[in-house]
């Protein structure tokens, strides 16, 4: 059987802060603020995972309110989505995201965003795609004061999975 999550995030600019998308550090300041490192795509994809394995959201076992998560990494957040579906005995078959920003430019960092993400729940590289567009200066993303994103996430229970759908195209 198989199953879709979808999560979205969305964070506004914090120039204190350094800029972490997808665990990845794109530069020193011009980060987003929350109450965690608000790497808002971590964010998205916990949220896409826990959808897909049927198990709320990301609010329900990270409350904002709770010091614990001040300043965290939010790997730990994807790493406990990746035990709620691997205890419902699924693998993970595919993701693909997209980041809605229209600054910085994020193409350079795009395999690298890839890469991280694919090494944090262990899959093999061709699982994972980011993709990075603007709004066209539309909407607040246009103006700059925030960083959106959107994952979706395909999950397959049980049995011998191939797992390899995009493993014969590449
Ligand atoms: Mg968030």
Redesign the pocket.
């Known amino acids: 059987m198989i199953r879709i999550g979808q999560g979205i995030?969305i964070?506004p600019f914090d120039d204190s802060r350094p800029l972490i998308l997808a665990g990845v550090r794109i530069s020193d300041r011009g980060g987003l603020g929350?109450h965690?490192d608000?790497d808002?795509v971590l964010?998205a994809l916990t949220d896409a995972l826990l959808g897909a394995a049927g198990a709320g959201d990301?609010g329900q076992y990270f409350p904002s309110s709770d010091a614990r998560w001040k300043n965290a990494e939010s790997s730990r957040f994807v790493a406990e989505a990746r035990r709620v579906v691997e205890e419902m005995s699924a693998e993970i078959s595919n993701i693909d995201i997209t980041i809605l920003a229209e600054k910085p430019k994020l193409a350079p960092f795009r395999e690298a965003m890839q890469a991280k993400i694919a090494t944090m729940l262990d899959l093999p590289a061709g699982h994972v795609n980011v993709k990075a567009t603007t709004t066209d200066h539309l909407g607040f993303i246009g103006r700059g004061e925030g960083i959106c994103a959107m994952v979706v996430v395909l999950i397959e229970i049980g049995g011998e999975s191939e797992r390899s759908p995009v493993e014969g195209v590449l």
């Open positions: 995030d964070h929350g965690s608000a808002a964010h990301i």
